[in-house]
């Protein structure tokens, strides 16, 4: 495990100056010591299409176990057995009560005759969607006219469409790193209209 936190170390070093090409096979090289140090672990990502119409909808939804959506991918999960899961367009909020709810009242109890899954340590984080950029970025002649359309990412809310990661490993939190502000011509290589 010291083997995969130097070559983090080293990726964080290549970030700070800028070299994200390097920090990428860094990143790669880290994870696959930590695989290593812990023996096989199962990843998977899910698209859950779990957002709702409106900041808070979900929270309410989860908030009761029995509705079919949430059961129906909770049984998927319980299923399938994942070590660290990566759920997309989970709706985020702040102080994480959806992915808490999801665990509790979903993952914890038995769906469809599949075993609970617990997982100890689960991650959100604030996405670009449905944050306003402040320009006309679909060229209607009016920014804000229809916000989701001049937002950073598209969205009715910020965090509508966001992640949520679930794992029976530590996630190391202090040092997740985003790149919701990553501008695409900073990319090395990037191809520009």
Same mark, same amino acid.
């Given at each position: 495990?010291?083997?995969?936190?130097?070559?983090?170390?080293?990726? +964080?070093?290549?970030? *700070?100056?800028?070299?994200?090409?390097? $920090?990428? #096979?860094?990143?790669?090289? @880290?994870?696959?010591? /930590?695989?290593? +140090?812990?023996?096989? *672990?199962?990843?998977?990502?899910?698209? $859950?299409? #779990?957002?709702?119409?409106? @900041?808070?909808?979900? /929270?309410?939804?989860?908030?009761?176990?029995?509705?079919?959506?949430?059961?129906?991918?909770?049984?998927?999960?319980?299923?399938?057995?994942?070590?660290?899961?990566?759920?997309?367009?989970?709706?985020?909020?702040?102080?994480?009560?959806?992915?808490?709810?999801?665990?509790?009242?979903?993952?914890?109890i038995g769906q469809g005759g599949a075993d609970p899954i617990e997982y100890p340590?689960?991650?959100?984080?604030?996405?670009?969607?449905?944050?306003?950029?402040?320009?006309?970025?679909?060229?209607?002649?009016?920014?804000?006219?229809?916000v989701p359309n001049d937002s950073f990412g598209f969205g009715f809310f910020p965090?509508?469409?966001?992640?949520?990661?679930?794992?029976?490993?530590?996630?190391?939190?202090?040092?997740?790193?985003?790149?919701?502000?990553?501008?695409w011509k900073d990319m090395p290589g990037a191809l520009l209209p």
């Open positions: 495990m010291a083997r995969a936190e130097s070559e983090l170390d080293s990726a +964080a070093a290549d970030v *700070a100056a800028g070299d994200y090409g390097q $920090a990428v #096979l860094d990143y790669r090289r @880290a994870w696959r010591s /930590a695989v290593e +140090a812990v023996g096989e *672990a199962r990843f998977s990502t899910f698209n $859950a299409s #779990l957002n709702r119409s409106n @900041a808070g909808d979900l /929270a309410r939804e989860l908030s009761n176990p029995g509705s079919g959506q949430p059961a129906a991918i909770a049984e998927i999960i319980q299923r399938t057995r994942p070590d660290v899961l990566l759920i997309n367009e989970f709706d985020y909020d702040a102080a994480g009560v959806s992915a808490r709810l999801f665990q509790r009242n979903y993952l914890s340590f689960v991650y959100t984080a604030p996405s670009n969607t449905g944050v306003f950029s402040g320009f006309d970025l679909d060229n209607s002649g009016a920014a804000g006219d229809f965090g509508q469409y966001g992640m949520a990661v679930y794992s029976m490993h530590p996630i190391d939190v202090d040092d997740v790193r985003t790149f919701q502000k990553f501008l």
